[in-house]
T-cell receptor, first 114, second 115 residues
Framework: AQSVTQLDSQVPVFEEAPVELRCNYS??????LFWYVQYPNQGLQLLLK??????LVKGINGFEAEFNKSQTSFHLRKPSVHISDTAEYFC????????????FGSGTRLSIRP | DSGVTQTPKHLITATGQRVTLRCSPR?????VYWYQQSLDQGLQFLIQ???????AKGNILERFSAQQFPDLHSELNLSSLELGDSALYFC??????????????FGEGSRLTVL
């Protein structure tokens, strides 16, 4: 079974500042990792994903994440945030097994201050 | 627009009642997932169907049931409703199982309020 921990429930940052949203996972098998974003009053949408290959993954809206197998982490970063990045961000994991379920973290609410 | 359609968008009902939430997946997607999102519980996986068959089960209460029909749309039935069932219910779809595709496409949700 897999599990995901998002260490910060809320992250306030100033506009144009860098941000890092932390995600750690646990699994006994190899995994795929994802970040989803939920804008106010909307459903979730995929921001980026790690399936294999390069450990640095680039996504939409200038976000990127780095897969670190030794630390079982998949932190999300953006060098300069914008007001429009205000949203809730969910890290998710699924194991390679066809029977695996996609497990979401508890979410991190990113609030941008002007 | 994700291509996943959920109805109704909003629903207000009373305790003890029964409601049905409907989901139409993206064209071509065989898997449908149901999630419940509430302030205190976060995003909870309820159940997954793949091509009409139940594939995985999460924290779904016995009062809740779901099915996926031959045309691949899905319904989530919630009965004997309690105040604590008030939440946003999301449907998502994918081409195959999560380990095959890795990406879910979410609808905009059905907000259920139980009074």
């Amino acid at each position: 079974a897999q599990s995901v921990t998002q260490l910060d429930s809320q992250v306030p940052v100033f506009e144009e500042a860098p941000v890092e949203l932390r995600c750690n996972y646990s699994s006994s098998v190899s995994v795929y990792l994802f970040w989803y974003v939920q804008y106010p009053n909307q459903g979730l949408q995929l921001l980026l994903k790690y399936l294999s290959g390069s450990t640095l993954v680039k996504g939409i809206n200038g976000f990127e994440a780095e897969f670190n197998k030794s630390q079982t982490s998949f932190h999300l970063r953006k060098p300069s945030v914008h007001i429009s990045d205000t949203a809730e961000y969910f890290c998710a994991v699924v194991g390679y097994s066809s029977a695996s379920k996609i497990i979401f973290g508890s979410g991190t609410r990113l609030s941008i201050r002007p | 627009d994700s291509g996943v359609t959920q109805t109704p968008k909003h629903l207000i009902t009373a305790t003890g009642q029964r409601v049905t939430l409907r989901c139409s997946p993206r064209s071509g997607d065989l898997s449908v997932y149901w999630y419940q999102q509430s302030l205190d519980q976060g995003l909870q996986f309820l159940i997954q169907y793949y091509n009409g068959e139940e594939r995985a089960k999460g924290n779904i209460l016995e009062r809740f049931s779901a099915q996926q029909f031959p045309d691949l749309h899905s319904e989530l039935n919630l009965s004997s409703l309690e105040l604590g069932d008030s939440a946003l219910y999301f449907c998502a779809s994918s081409v195959g199982t999560p380990s095959n595709t890795g990406e879910l496409f979410f609808g905009e949700g059905s907000r259920l309020t139980v009074l």
